[in-house]
């Protein structure tokens, strides 16, 4: 079955733009999870949403958030462009529930560029 | 608040020699751990995880790690390498609603 698909895969913005990055999860995942990664700081956990419902939140600022469609699909949007946003974003879905509720399949991730 | 500790941030070895990364997790309560890898230019994959029941899991590619709750640990092994093994190693623990705490993860070369 299909991936994670996380799109664009690559994009450039500038400082105070905003964007919006797209995630379709594996199909019958109701779970999607989102990610950011950099060298500095690694791979910190930015938000999860279930059945259209965020239900844990990491710590980041307020110009980062996201929702989910009825159809599981989830976007994550950030505001006001810093370069220290620069980073590869990775999106991960899982069942959400039950035994498979804590295995996370990751896609290939949205890489962005700040200048 | 919960937290990973991988030690090793760059691994070097040879073809065939043995490997063990460490990761040591900080929490009290239950757990469910991780091993993912990331090859160049690839995606995180799951390697193998722990839930319960039997310390020593086997995962995927001959990978294996030991739970030793009493050390809060969750160590990743492998007999031999190859140099295909070359990759990022991350280490997590989940303790509830799908957030993972990763490590800050162990580069390994293997030189052929």
């Known amino acids: 079955k299909a991936g994670v698909t996380q799109t664009p895969r690559y994009l450039i913005k500038t400082r105070g733009q905003q964007v919006t990055l797209s995630c379709s999860p594996i199909?019958?995942?109701?779970?999607v999870s989102w990610y950011q990664q950099t060298p500095g700081q690694g791979l910190q956990f930015l938000f999860e949403?279930?059945?259209?419902?965020?239900?844990n939140k990491g710590n980041f600022p307020g110009r980062f958030s996201g929702r989910q469609f009825s159809n599981s699909r989830s976007e994550m949007n950030v505001s006001t462009l810093e370069l220290g946003d620069s980073a590869l974003y990775l999106c991960?879905?899982?069942?959400?529930?039950?035994?498979?509720?804590?295995?996370?399949?990751f896609g290939a991730g949205s890489r962005l560029t700040v200048l | 608040a919960q937290s990973v500790s991988q030690h090793n941030h760059h691994v070097i070895l040879s073809e065939a020699a043995s490997l063990e990364l460490g990761c040591n997790y900080s929490?009290?309560?239950?757990?469910?751990l991780f091993w993912y890898v990331q090859y160049p230019g690839q995606h995180l994959q799951l390697l193998l995880k722990?839930?319960?029941?039997?310390?020593l899991v086997k995962g995927i590619k001959g990978f294996e790690a030991e739970f030793i709750k009493s050390k809060f640990s969750f160590n990743l092994r492998k007999p031999s390498v190859q140099w295909s093994h070359t990759a990022e190693y991350f280490c997590?623990?989940?303790?509830?609603?799908?957030?993972?705490?990763f490590g800050t993860g162990t580069r390994l070369l293997v030189s052929p």
């Open positions: 997590a623990v989940n303790t509830g609603f799908q957030k993972l705490v």
């Open positions: 991960a879905s899982s069942l959400g529930e039950g035994s498979g509720a804590n295995v996370l399949t």
């Open positions: 929490y009290g309560g239950t757990v469910n």
């Open positions: 949403y279930f059945s259209e419902t965020q239900r």
């Open positions: 722990y839930f319960s029941g039997d310390p």
């Open positions: 199909s019958g995942h109701r779970s």
